[in-house]
Nanobody
């Protein structure tokens, strides 16, 4: 079992920044990486970014490349998502999840999910 807790969401103006955190506990070493996904009102959940525990390689959705940065602190079992130059279309509930597949952008590759943290970007 793995437990994930996201934090760091909030209300920010367009152009602003937020840093999300995802703290993992339990059998995290059995999974390859951590992904961030988001779901806006009335839309499907979509991939944002992912990072592998061991080699630190990353992958980003095209919509966030150059604005968001994913990073990790293995000692703290924590993954961060630094979000800069935020846009109103970034408004969503952001979820972290752990999975086995290498840099997977697919939800099916992730087995445990957090409850999410709300990010709201005003124009």
């Amino acid at each position: 079992q793995v437990q994930l807790v996201e934090s760091g969401g909030g209300l920010v103006q367009a152009g602003g920044s937020l840093r999300l955190s995802c703290v993992a506990s339990g059998r995290t070493f059995t999974y390859g990486g951590v992904g961030w996904f988001r779901q806006a009102p009335g839309k499907e959940r979509e991939f944002v970014s992912t990072i592998m525990w061991n080699d630190g390689n990353t992958r980003y959705a095209e919509s966030v490349k150059g604005r968001f940065t994913i990073s990790k602190d293995n000692a703290k079992s924590t993954v961060y998502l630094q979000m800069n130059s935020l846009k109103p279309e970034d408004t969503a509930v952001y979820y972290c999840a752990v999975g086995q597949n290498y840099l997977s952008p697919l939800e099916a590759g992730y087995y445990y999910w957090g409850r999410g943290t709300q990010v709201t970007v005003s124009s």
